[in-house]
């Protein structure tokens, strides 16, 4: 079946430091791979994607490239930021149906 | 333009009572999505409204969940009765494109505690 696997939170870091959230998926054929993000009092938003295999999606400073021969899609950013602060969900979807998300992961920067 | 809606933005309910959660969608999007996340897991598809019909209701998790769109506009999910388990937070989302789960846009959730 298909199912997604992020690092479990929180993580904490200070300003400027280097963020990375592993996220490794599962999937029959060739999903869409999503990173979501929910601010404090916000609803979600979609944060990038990548469609295909070697696809980077960039967003906001934000990066991830999906991997096949790893199953992963993992997000980095360069330097976070305090504002950055927030849940970040990895999700895929097979051939446009429905969204499958991972369990979430809580960002927490410092300043 | 106004987004996704939901109401109430938190609910504290008892075990056995009833709760019905409200979805305003973006005007115009016939494409409507019900989500939860319960206790901290992972976000799960609940069910697809297309205008008034329902699309894909795979994910409700059983009976006690009445979810409903007359009129294709603003939607409810009912919980009756609550249980612990149901706690959570309902996400709802809409699309303008047929079937677009991953085009749509979510609201800020309803956060639901049964105790």
């Known amino acids: 079946g298909n199912s997604v696997t992020q690092m479990e939170g929180p993580v904490t870091l200070s300003e400027e430091a280097f963020l990375t959230i592993n996220c490794t998926y599962t999937a029959t054929g060739y999903p869409s791979l999503f990173w979501y993000v929910q601010y404090p009092g916000e609803g979600l938003q979609l944060l990038l994607k990548a469609t295909k295999a070697d696809d980077k999606g960039s967003n906001k400073g934000f990066e991830a490239t999906y991997r096949k021969e790893t199953t992963s899609f993992h997000l980095e950013k360069g330097s976070v930021q305090v504002s950055d602060s927030a849940v970040y969900f990895c999700?895929?979807?097979?051939?446009?149906?429905?969204?499958?998300f991972g369990q979430g992961t809580e960002l927490s920067v410092k300043p | 333009e106004a987004g996704v809606t939901q109401f109430p933005s938190h609910s504290v309910i008892e075990k056995g009572q009833t709760v019905t959660l409200r979805c305003d969608p973006i005007s115009g999007h016939d494409n409507l999505y019900w989500y939860r996340r319960v206790m901290g897991k992972e976000i799960k598809f609940l069910l697809h409204f297309v205008k008034e019909s329902k699309q894909d209701e795979s994910g409700m998790p059983n009976n006690r969940f009445l979810a409903e769109r007359t009129g294709g506009t603003y939607s409810t999910l009912k919980v009756q009765p609550a249980e612990l388990e149901d706690s959570g937070v309902y996400f709802c989302?809409?699309?303008?494109?047929?079937?677009?789960?991953?085009?749509?846009?979510f609201g800020q959730g309803t956060r639901l505690t049964v105790v």
């Open positions: 999700a895929l979807t097979p051939q446009g149906g429905k969204l499958i």
């Open positions: 989302a809409s699309s303008g494109r047929q079937g677009s789960h991953t085009e749509a846009f």
